[in-house]
């Protein structure tokens, strides 16, 4: 093939000016076409040239856009498309026709939902085909019902809604949509988030280091880079990466941890030496460097104490983790030694030795390097070798 790829859902590839497309799960073909010109577009659709001219096909090769125009625009979320027709621009809805004629020198920018922009004179809904009258020159896609928008270039942005009504009192110098809010950048330090569910603004936080980066999903929530994680209208501010649980987030800040339950309410109650949550019912915890482990229940009470000697452990996997035992031993570079246990949940030890490094590779498979030894071993729960051979590393599958 001329090229061949994978998004992890479908295979693209293209022989002789041939596009041919691909089900990655099942392997069954679901587009082969010969048009000489091809573009793939949103939702699965392809803007493609036949005779000279251009329309629009989707997967199945059906038409949604004629081969009528002399051009279509790139833009076609939202079910509506720009196209050209006599050197004038129109709007066509997909699978539909024409709902705006072709009358205008320039395409109007998709601004999403059916709305299009008509630069210095309003929002124009293909929808309900009213306008409402307003003088932005840039409006950027509408996501979840809301959008920013500014009236000259060097001018500030303001957030709206569909209605063209302007959230709050302040303007932005840029902002960007991701899984339900908008994240807006009052000056170079100072970001401030807008929840598009409650439609109020969450938590007002600072990011001075890096002028782009990307928010991740934390189940419902969101954990961005700067060490603060918004879910719903609260947020949690550290000073490390937050680590993410199946129960919850640990955020961390000045050597302490704190578990951060999914529904966005502190269980913890206070900083912690380190918190690990055990399961959707219990957590372990270390309250200060030289307390007992202590297991708690989610609301607060105290299940029992364990006087283990560990500075920190895992996340559970399969009932069992690897716990960090302090030795109290300086190393060749004048650090603390360590050394590694498995241990279960209720935290007796799955094997009484201790490794100099320990991973968890599956239900009954774990990895270690035994004391001394510089290679890694295979073995199960009983601490019996599965394998003949040893490794120089060794990673934890992912899935």
Known sequence: YDYCHTDGQVINAA???KKLKWNLEDG????????????????????AQRNGKWGIINWNKEEVVPFEFEDVFHDNRGGFVAVMQNGKWGIYELGEGLVLPCARTNPMPNCGNGIFLMPKKGLWDAKTGETIR???LQ????????????????????????????????????????????????????????NTETGNFTATYMD?????????DFESGLLLRNHTWIKGDVAWEG?????????????????????IGRNGIEITQGWH???????????????????????????????????????AVEEFRNDISIAKIQQGVVDIFGGISFQYQ???SDGNPVLDELFDGAKILGPNLIAVRREGEYLWELINRRGRSVSKLKFEEVQSPLH
């Open 134 to 136: 307003c003088d932005w």
């Open 239 to 259: 000073d490390e990466n937050p680590e993410a649980t199946p129960y919850g987030l640990i955020v961390k800040k000045e050597g302490k941890q704190k578990l």
């Open 273 to 311: 030496h380190f918190v690990r949550p055990v399961s959707d019912e219990v957590i372990m915890l270390k309250r200060e460097e030289d307390s007992p482990i202590s297991y708690y229940d989610y609301e607060g009470n105290i299940l029992r104490n364990e006087n283990f000697d560990m500075d």
């Open 28 to 47: 069954t073909q679901i587009l082969a076409t010969a048009y000489p010109n091809m573009k793939e577009l949103h939702d699965n659709m392809f803007k």
């Open 15 to 17: 022989l002789g000016g």
């Open 208 to 216: 001075s280091r890096n002028y782009k980066y990307t928010p991740k």
């Open 139 to 194: 409006v950027s896609r509408f996501e979840d019902g809301f959008s920013i928008a500014r009236k000259e270039y060097s001018k500030p942005f303001y957030l709206i809604n569909e209605k063209n009504e302007i959230q709050g009192e302040e303007h932005f110098m840029l902002g960007f949509y991701e899984k339900g809010y908008w994240f807006l950048r009052k000056d170079y330090q100072h970001w401030i988030a807008f």
């Open 342 to 344: 498995i241990i279960f």
